[in-house]
């Protein structure tokens, strides 16, 4: 009998690719150069964005500066090492895997100018990492020492060529968005009381000549505080001008040594508008790269106070409420994914007892003077909306009234209809008066759904011995027949559109030609059918426009300016 050991070994280009994979989105190249400006104490940080041309081709070329405290050997060989992070154990630090700068490595040449106070530079070279490492060969880095960087102290990286010089998503605005969302320095930590460096950032994206300056900080709107006059200068739209901002901060209940700030601010859609011109919105053309406001708000969980992935669900008890919330849950706690993309690393528990945390904070808001103040604003407006409408709606009803065609009837004033609903009250009417007028008789009416009326063929035979059928009413009867002819008995109208030999068809497809008879003999009325030659019945169209015209002599006629009704 023998043994032996196994020592695992690392596909070292396999899980420089992966790694360098697993950043999906190239915005994370930004992330990154950020977090580590930021950790290195930079109080500037310059990124620009340029298309060179080199040999005829277009090459995308970044420039990442910082005046941080700059990089020594063992800073240089961790920057490009896999997992070998010097940060590790720093809790003031944002870096702790040595993942983030693979991100670089999906490049053509990456180049780093680095120098410490009182130290040597160094300049280092990668050529070809991309290229070389689905070669199965793990790129060397060329690095001289020079006497002093041209940059001073600090750390500058220029990548040439990355994500094979694509470069849709790093347009200036999208970039700034970016930044103000998803790195440090757009990071919800200036709402809480902790310490910042009060860093400066310098941009220019693709579709910029000058430099922008960045201010630190997430952007968060002002409370509203006079709900009155919000709603004397807004009025329908003051809802969607209201802000209150809720700052919570404890720790969580199952684990009293885990801490977390969260802030929530509820903001209508004007508050978003007026400050994020990423948003997409009625009768405004946004920047390339825009969104809704479904797509980016509600409530991120955050790590290092970054927003890291959504949690909509822990806040939403109806429909997209979530959509009021400018919200961020932040838990140093939180273990992330390489790319930092997601928190689904933190164990089940801990995000557990974050869940409780988060909806006994919405449960506390939706309860509170702030939301009912809203919902004030909301109700407020609704009612307004509705008295205008009111208002419009009656005095269109009102000139419409004026300008009817009526007709007087054996004492009653008839309305020519302008719906379905008015053909068939109309229909009523002259049913009760003349009884044996239609050759069925009602006995269901349902709008609801299908063909509003069902209908029996004899006023005698009891329902349950009756054959019954469906009779539909129209305005106006068109080519745009949404129902089934099957069980079809008639078809009751004020007008047709349909003219003789016209063809109908069903939503199965049933065709059926019109036919118009006019008055003869037998019958003292114009008729209308849709006949199928293979079907037995012909489906009786009533035009009421003129069969009542032609049976009772009944006319409609314009209303006159001294008409009682």
Same mark, same amino acid.
């Given at each position: 009998?023998?043994?032996?050991?196994?020592?695992?070994?690392?596909?070292?280009?396999?899980?420089?690719?992966?790694?360098?994979?697993?950043?999906?989105?190239?915005?994370?190249?930004?992330?990154?150069?950020?977090?580590?400006?930021?950790?290195?104490?930079?109080?500037?940080?310059?990124?620009?964005?340029?298309?060179?041309?080199?040999?005829?081709?277009?090459?995308?070329?970044?420039?990442?500066?910082?005046?941080?405290?700059?990089?020594?050997?063992?800073?240089?060989?961790?920057?490009?090492?896999?997992?070998?992070?010097?940060?590790?154990?720093?809790?003031?630090?944002?870096?702790?895997?040595?993942?983030?700068?693979?991100?670089?490595?999906?490049?053509?040449?990456?180049?780093?100018?680095?120098?410490?106070?009182?130290?040597?530079?160094?300049?280092?070279?990668?050529?070809?990492?991309?290229?070389?490492?689905?070669?199965?060969?793990?790129?060397?880095?060329?690095?001289?020492?020079?006497?002093?960087?041209?940059?001073?102290?600090?750390?500058?990286?220029?990548?040439?060529?990355?994500?094979?010089?694509?470069?849709?998503?790093?347009?200036?605005?999208?970039?700034?968005?970016?930044?103000?969302?998803?790195?440090?320095?757009?990071?919800?930590?200036?709402?809480?009381?902790?310490?910042?460096?009060?860093?400066?950032?310098?941009?220019?994206?693709?579709?910029?000549?000058?430099?922008?300056?960045?201010?630190?900080?997430?952007?968060?709107?002002?409370?509203?505080?006079?709900?009155?006059?919000?709603?004397?200068?807004?009025?329908?739209?003051?809802?969607?001008?209201?802000?209150?901002?809720?700052?919570?901060?404890?720790?969580?209940?199952?684990?009293?040594?885990?801490?977390?700030?969260?802030?929530?601010?509820?903001?209508?859609?004007?508050?978003?508008?007026?400050?994020?011109?990423?948003?997409?919105?009625?009768?405004?053309?946004?920047?390339?790269?825009?969104?809704?406001?479904?797509?980016?708000?509600?409530?991120?969980?955050?790590? $290092?106070? #970054?927003?890291?992935?959504? &949690?909509?669900?822990? *806040?939403?008890?109806?429909?997209?409420? %979530?959509?009021? +919330?400018?919200?961020?849950?932040?838990?140093?706690?939180?273990?992330?994914?390489?790319?930092?993309?997601?928190?689904?690393?933190?164990?089940?528990?801990?995000?557990?007892?974050?869940?409780?945390?988060?909806?006994?904070?919405?449960?506390?808001?939706?309860?509170?003077?702030?939301?009912?103040?809203?919902?004030?604003?909301?109700?407020?407006?609704?009612?307004?909306?509705?008295?205008?409408?009111?208002?419009?709606?009656?005095?269109?009803?009102?000139?419409?009234?004026?300008?009817?065609?009526?007709?007087?009837?054996?004492?009653?004033?008839?309305?020519?209809?302008?719906?379905?609903?008015?053909?068939?009250?109309?229909?009523?009417?002259?049913?009760?008066?003349?009884?044996?007028?239609?050759?069925?008789?009602?006995?269901?009416?349902?709008?609801?759904?299908?063909? $509003?009326? #069902?209908?029996?063929?004899? &006023?005698?035979?009891? *329902?349950?011995?009756?054959?019954?059928? %469906?009779?539909? +009413?129209?305005?106006?009867?068109?080519?745009?027949?949404?129902?089934?002819?099957?069980?079809?008995?008639?078809?009751?109208?004020?007008?047709?559109?349909?003219?003789?030999?016209?063809?109908?068809?069903?939503?199965?497809?049933?065709?059926?030609?019109?036919?118009?008879?006019?008055?003869?003999?037998?019958?003292?009325?114009?008729?209308?059918?849709?006949?199928?030659?293979?079907?037995?019945?012909?489906?009786?169209?009533?035009?009421?426009?003129?069969?009542?015209?032609?049976?009772?002599?009944?006319?409609?006629?314009?209303?006159?300016?001294?008409?009682?009704?």
């Amino acid at each position: 009998m023998s043994s032996f050991i196994i020592t695992p070994t690392v596909d070292e280009t396999q899980e420089f690719i992966e790694i360098a994979n697993d950043f999906s989105n190239p915005l994370d190249l930004v992330r990154e150069a950020i977090s580590n400006a930021y950790d290195a104490k930079a109080s500037e940080i310059r990124i620009s964005f340029d298309v060179i041309q080199k040999y005829g081709e277009s090459i995308l070329k970044i420039s990442l500066q910082d005046n941080g405290t700059g990089m020594n050997r063992d800073g240089l060989q961790s920057f490009f090492d896999l997992g070998n992070s010097l940060r590790r154990n720093d809790p003031q630090s944002i870096g702790e895997k040595g993942h983030g700068t693979k991100v670089y490595f999906n490049s053509k040449k990456i180049e780093v100018l680095t120098q410490q106070e009182g130290a040597e530079a160094f300049h280092a070279t990668m050529s070809d990492p991309f290229r070389k490492l689905h070669d199965r060969e793990v790129p060397n880095v060329d690095v001289q020492t020079i006497d002093t960087s041209s940059n001073g102290v600090g750390t500058e990286i220029i990548i040439h060529g990355y994500n094979n010089n694509r470069r849709h998503k790093f347009t200036h605005e999208i970039l700034k968005d970016y930044i103000m969302w998803f790195t440090k320095h757009g990071a919800i930590d200036n709402q809480f009381d902790v310490e910042s460096c009060g860093t400066v950032l310098y941009l220019k994206g693709l579709g910029k000549t000058k430099e922008e300056k960045i201010e630190r900080g997430h952007y968060f709107s002002d409370d509203s505080h006079n709900i009155n006059k919000l709603f004397e200068t807004h009025i329908t739209k003051a809802p969607d001008y209201y802000c209150k901002k809720v700052i919570k901060t404890g720790h969580l209940k199952n684990f009293p040594e885990i801490y977390y700030n969260a802030i929530f601010c509820i903001e209508g859609k004007y508050i978003k508008y007026d400050y994020n011109p990423m948003l997409r919105r009625p009768g405004y053309s946004p920047p390339s790269g825009a969104y809704t406001i479904q797509e980016r708000y509600g409530l991120w969980l955050c790590k $290092d106070f #970054i927003p890291i992935q959504r &949690k909509n669900d822990w *806040i939403t008890y109806k429909g997209s409420e %979530y959509t009021k +919330f400018h919200a961020f849950f932040n838990c140093q706690s939180l273990k992330l994914t390489a790319n930092r993309g997601s928190v689904e690393n933190t164990p089940s528990e801990i995000l557990h007892d974050i869940m409780e945390e988060v909806k006994k904070i919405y449960d506390d808001i939706i309860n509170s003077d702030d939301w009912t103040a809203m919902e004030w604003l909301e109700d407020e407006a609704t009612a307004y909306q509705t008295t205008e409408r009111e208002k419009k709606n009656f005095d269109w009803r009102i000139k419409k009234v004026n300008k009817s065609n009526i007709a007087e009837y054996k004492g009653e004033t008839l309305v020519e209809p302008e719906r379905e609903s008015g053909v068939y009250s109309l229909f009523l009417m002259i049913s009760h008066i003349h009884k044996d007028l239609f050759p069925f008789q009602i006995i269901d009416y349902d709008t609801h759904d299908g063909i $509003d009326v #069902i209908a029996k063929g004899d &006023k005698t035979t009891p *329902i349950a011995s009756s054959k019954v059928y %469906y009779i539909e +009413f129209k305005r106006t009867l068109s080519s745009g027949f949404n129902h089934s002819f099957e069980n079809l008995h008639s078809v009751i109208c004020w007008e047709t559109e349909i003219k003789h030999g016209d063809i109908l068809v069903d939503v199965n497809g049933e065709e059926r030609k019109m036919a118009i008879l006019p008055p003869d003999e037998s019958t003292n009325y114009t008729k209308y059918f849709l006949d199928n030659p293979r079907k037995a019945h012909k489906i009786e169209v009533y035009v009421l426009k003129q069969y009542l015209k032609e049976k009772l002599g009944i006319d409609f006629k314009p209303r006159t300016q001294n008409a009682i009704v």
